[in-house]
């Protein structure tokens, strides 16, 4: 089914003056034409596309901290979260910005488009760190969920601290005392 709409350039726009506090201001008005020219516009539906359907891949997540596999199929255009929660997939998550390490996973087989992780770095996606909320699945992939602090600690932890904070109960007993 084709649509034909006139022509921007072809209605043209018309200057008039009006007073104003004794003044004249231009005010802009759009004068209804007649155009010669006109576009045509394809208005179909997604199943008469063919050709411009968009891959989708088979992902499944191992994810460690509940023992559980989730197999679903995500499209190569949408994030793998957002496609997990539209099909009742439970996976974490924390900012869907790709600004933390909540969603982190590693790769263990298949390809992940990440262009917008910016809570992991270069050196953690070489060595096959990826996001859930911003990654576009490439091909079929299997990924395994990581402990965030853990992830973290890869991304940041040689800037901040020695090595990992441990527990000191003396502090905690005189800290606690107090109260």
């Known amino acids: 089914m084709a649509l034909a709409f006139p022509c921007t350039f072809c209605t043209p726009l018309q200057l008039k003056t009006s007073p104003i506090n004794r003044r004249y201001y231009p005010i802009i008005r759009r004068r209804a034409t007649t155009c010669k020219f006109r576009i045509p516009v ?4 997604p199943a ?18 509940r023992g559980v596999v989730h197999e679903f199929e995500v499209p190569e255009d ?3 979260l957002h496609s997990a929660e539209s099909q009742n997939v439970t996976l974490p998550f924390a900012c869907r910005h790709g600004c933390c390490t909540s969603c982190a996973v590693r790769i263990k087989s ?29 091909s079929d992939l299997e990924v395994e969920t990581q402990d965030e ?9 040689r ?13 905690l007993e005189l800290a606690m005392g107090d109260e």
């Not at 488009?113 to 996606?125: C, D, H, M, V």
């Not at 602090?149 to 932890?157: A, I, R, T």
């Not at 800037?159 to 502090?171: K, L, T, V």
Request: charged share 20%; hydrophobic share 35%.
């Open 159 to 171: 800037y901040f601290a020695r090595g990992p904070i441990e527990r000191d109960d003396y502090a």
């Open 149 to 157: 602090d853990e992830v973290y600690w890869l991304q940041f932890g």
């Open 42 to 45: 394809e208005i179909s539906s």
């Open 48 to 65: 008469d596309r063919g050709s411009l359907a968009v891959p989708t891949h088979k992902v499944t997540v191992h994810d460690r901290q």
């Open 110 to 138: 298949g390809e992940l488009r990440q262009p917008q992780a910016l809570g992991i770095s270069a050196e953690l996606k070489s060595q096959g760190y990826g996001l859930l909320c911003v990654g576009f699945p490439t």
């Open 78 to 80: 949408q994030y793998i």
